[in-house]
């Protein structure tokens, strides 16, 4: 009797086994079909040779930036800096005062002037961490790496000045 029950289970597992491999083998099928319609042939472009850019949030700054460096950057305006405007780094936004005092005591360390700001979101009181304001976008994104170097979330934001 356990002798049958064995093989009834090996059965089972083996029509799982077989299910499951032409499943994976219809899908693979489907894949590679696909592939076709949405791959660009690159050799029917005017230039096969050209770059192909890929590009991330971190890596997309306008200015490569040596962190070792104490010297600060040197104020260049590009020309998408507006006079009224300010930019400044947000941290992030907490539910939990305690994780913001940490994250601003961080800031704080890499001699950064850290802000907290109370707002309401979806009804609950939240917390949002800035930094000070910087003149100019270059500085901004030097700050930004710093921050990110620290293992800090941030991002750059633009607001008018008051």
Do not use: W
């Amino acid at each position: 009797m356990a002798a049958n029950n064995d093989s009834l289970q090996e059965s089972i597992l083996i029509r799982r086994a077989k299910r499951r491999l032409i499943g994976a083998l219809f899908i693979l099928v489907i894949l590679i079909t696909l592939s076709f319609f949405f791959l660009q042939d690159r050799s029917q472009l005017d230039n096969p040779n050209q770059d192909i850019k890929v590009s991330f949030t971190d890596s997309d700054l306008k200015t490569k930036v040596d962190l070792d460096d104490p010297k600060p950057l040197a104020k260049v305006a590009s020309s998408s800096e507006v006079d009224d405007k300010k930019f400044m780094i947000q941290v992030g936004i907490f539910s939990d005062k305690t994780n913001a005092s940490k994250h601003a005591q961080t800031l704080q360390a890499l001699g950064y002037d850290p802000k907290l700001e109370y707002i309401e979101l979806e009804g609950r009181q939240s917390v949002k961490l800035i930094t000070e304001s910087f003149e100019s976008e270059s500085d901004a994104e030097y700050a930004l790496l710093k921050i990110k170097k620290a293992n800090l979330p941030g991002m750059i934001k633009i607001k008018a000045s008051q």
